[in-house]
């Protein structure tokens, strides 16, 4: 097997684990098939189901310094099919995505800000372990790729609040979500749902003392107001990339 080559405009990000890969990894989406006159059911139905995604070629990615397992340092190979299949990638398995992306203010998108990520995170959902590209296969308990997740994807994107969200969106999924084909695996999340009850519990105490339609502005306005700060964020970010390409 061919290693992988990395030429010198890789993207490359050095916090909290090294990440290098040539470009963004190319996918089509492989659960979109466009009717002729869709109608507004047929577009609402597409809305609510996971996005399915398909490598159309191999992809490369290169990790360092990953503090849990130091077998996850080094270059993998992420096929685009298994046994002459192709392998269909769900975007971290995010139900109800248009819904889920509102919520979280684009945070988790499959073919937004996640995919590097999401993309090693699937493969290592379906087949239990990550493929370096010398062909040994690495296996990878459930965890460990929920933090490895977390990682590459605070890694990208420089935004470590983007990567607990995400990685704590994943762990909560534990009870539905099946691993290497079998349900649970991997240490339990115990600590993931303590969380999240003590946050329900908060946000139900400071709501206690304010009519629902105080709250619910309140809690409009806030979201408007995050809305329009992520928006400006993303948009000066694309221009950066653009004239980084420019230059380039």
Same mark, same amino acid.
């Given at each position: 097997? /061919?290693?992988?080559?990395?030429?010198?405009?890789?993207?490359?990000?050095?916090?909290?684990?090294?990440? !290098? %890969?040539? +470009?963004?990894?190319?996918?089509?989406?492989?659960?979109?098939?466009?009717?002729?006159?869709?109608?507004?059911? +047929?577009?609402?139905?597409?809305?609510?189901?996971?996005?399915?995604?398909? =490598?159309?070629?191999?992809?490369?990615? /290169?990790?360092? &310094?990953?503090?849990?397992?130091? !077998?996850?340092?080094?270059?993998?190979?992420?096929?685009?099919?298994?046994?002459?299949?192709?392998? +269909? %990638?769900?975007?971290?398995?995010?139900?109800?995505?248009?819904?889920?992306?509102?919520?979280?203010?684009?945070?988790?998108?499959? =073919?937004?800000?996640?995919?590097?990520?999401?993309?090693?995170?699937?493969?290592?959902?379906?087949?239990?372990?990550?493929?370096?590209?010398? @062909?040994?296969?690495?296996?990878?308990? !459930?965890?460990?790729? +929920?933090?490895?997740?977390?990682?590459?994807?605070?890694?990208?994107?420089?935004?470590?609040?983007?990567?607990?969200?995400?990685?704590?969106?994943?762990?909560?999924?534990?009870?539905?979500?099946?691993?290497? @084909?079998?349900?649970?695996?991997?240490?339990?999340?115990?600590?993931?749902?303590?969380?999240? =009850?003590?946050? =329900?519990?908060?946000?139900?105490?400071a709501a206690a003392p304010f009519s629902f339609s105080a709250f619910v502005s309140g809690v409009a306005t806030v979201y408007a107001v995050l809305y329009v700060v992520t928006t400006l964020f993303d948009r000066t970010k694309l221009?950066?990339?653009? &004239?980084?390409?420019?230059?380039?």
């Amino acid at each position: 097997m /061919q290693p992988c080559e990395y030429h010198a405009e890789a993207e490359e990000y050095h916090h909290p684990i090294y990440v !290098r %890969f040539n +470009d963004i990894p190319p996918v089509r989406l492989s659960s979109y098939k466009p009717k002729e006159n869709p109608t507004l059911i +047929d577009r609402l139905v597409l809305a609510t189901k996971p996005r399915e995604l398909r =490598l159309h070629e191999p992809w490369c990615i /290169q990790l360092d &310094k990953v503090p849990y397992d130091p !077998r996850l340092n080094g270059s993998f190979r992420i096929p685009s099919e298994k046994d002459g299949e192709p392998i +269909d %990638f769900d975007g971290a398995s995010i139900p109800l995505p248009w819904l889920m992306s509102l919520l979280t203010l684009g945070i988790l998108r499959p =073919l937004g800000v996640m995919l590097t990520a999401s993309i090693v995170h699937d493969f290592a959902y379906k087949f239990g372990y990550l493929p370096k590209d010398d @062909g040994t296969k690495v296996e990878v308990e !459930r965890h460990v790729a +929920d933090l490895l997740f977390r990682d590459i994807l605070e890694s990208v994107n420089r935004i470590p609040l983007l990567g607990f969200i995400a990685w704590f969106a994943v762990r909560l999924g534990w009870p539905v979500v099946k691993y290497n @084909g079998k349900p649970d695996g991997g240490k339990k999340p115990y600590g993931a749902y303590l969380v999240l =009850l003590v946050a =329900l519990a908060v946000l139900l105490t400071a709501a206690a003392p304010f009519s629902f339609s105080a709250f619910v502005s309140g809690v409009a306005t806030v979201y408007a107001v995050l809305y329009v700060v992520t928006t400006l964020f993303d948009r000066t970010k694309l221009i950066a990339e653009k &004239k980084k390409t420019t230059k380039a």
